[in-house]
């Protein structure tokens, strides 16, 4: 773990907004799923949205959609995860992950192989 670089995070109120980046190594050229997991305390990790760097739909996760937009910057080897309208729920550990080819739809922490430390978002009512 922490083979993929993030930033964002921070602390907000309910409502607000928050931008998380995740940059792969400049090492990794071929095209990535990339994509953001989060973890709450005392629950399993969950799939928030991923990526094909390659091009098509991003896939977002029901609780999500709507509200966050992920997309990204191929020349950087970076993705971004734009959050608005942020709830209580939505306060978690997220981390970024990725893996070679295509993003496989509704996403499981198996199926990726690469991942970062994690970055802590807190949204207060």
């Known amino acids: 773990q922490g083979y993929l670089e993030e930033s964002g995070g921070g602390s907000v109120q309910a409502g607000g907004s928050l931008r998380l980046s995740c940059t792969a190594p400049t090492m990794v050229h071929n095209y990535l799923c990339m994509g953001w997991f989060r973890q709450a305390p005392g629950k399993e990790r969950e799939g928030v949205s991923s990526?094909?760097?390659?091009?098509?739909?991003?896939f977002y996760a029901t609780f999500v959609r709507g509200r966050f937009t992920i997309s990204h910057h191929n020349a950087e080897n970076t993705v971004f995860l734009e959050m608005n309208s942020l709830q209580p729920e939505d306060t978690a550990i997220y981390y970024c992950?990725?893996?070679?080819?295509?993003?496989?739809?509704?996403?499981?922490?198996?199926?990726?192989?690469?991942w970062g430390q994690g970055t802590q978002v807190t949204v207060s009512s």
């Open positions: 990526i094909y760097t390659g091009g098509g739909n991003p």
């Open positions: 992950a990725a893996r070679a080819g295509l993003c496989p739809g509704p996403m499981s922490v198996y199926e990726y192989h690469l």
